[in-house]
């Protein structure tokens, strides 16, 4: 239960806009599909939501992310020749997952990196 899991447990440590495709799930390749989402990174997850509100309303008990990311034993690094866009970066996951994520401001995207990675270096299995 979504609502339940975030009252307990979680609290935002950066939040934003971000465009995000998920190019593998189960270690299978998937069509792109670049899509603007708005990201929460948790202490333990990368969650995307289609807006703002959407997060707002799952808060309050409606809905979920569209993309829940575990970061536990994930990896995070730049996605060199794997896009025609700039500043893109992949995350993979033990399961399989690997989702791409970009900003066209090159701090903006690195922010992430960097965010994202100190998540993931304090969780059991880095
Ligand atoms: C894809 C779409 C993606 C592009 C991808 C294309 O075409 O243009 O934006 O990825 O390139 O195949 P379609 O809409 O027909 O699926 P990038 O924007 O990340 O380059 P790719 O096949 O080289 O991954």
């Not at 009252?7 to 799930?25: A, S, W, Y």
Request: aromatic residues 10%; charged residues 20%.
């Amino acid at each position: 239960n979504w609502p339940q899991l975030w009252d307990g447990h979680m609290c935002v440590l950066k939040e934003g806009p971000l465009n995000r495709t998920k190019i593998t799930e189960n270690g299978k390749r998937l069509r792109k599909n670049w899509t603007i989402s708005h990201v929460i990174l948790t202490e333990l997850f990368l969650l995307f939501f289609k807006d703002s509100k959407c997060f707002v309303a799952m808060k309050n008990g409606n809905g979920r992310p569209e993309l829940c990311v575990d970061l536990n034993g994930a990896l995070v690094y730049p996605a060199d020749k794997v896009s025609s866009r700039k500043n893109v970066y992949v995350i993979s996951t033990v399961l399989g997952t690997q989702v791409l994520f970009q900003n066209e401001c090159n701090i903006q995207a690195q922010s992430w990196l960097y965010a994202i990675q100190a998540v993931i270096s304090n969780l059991p299995c880095n």
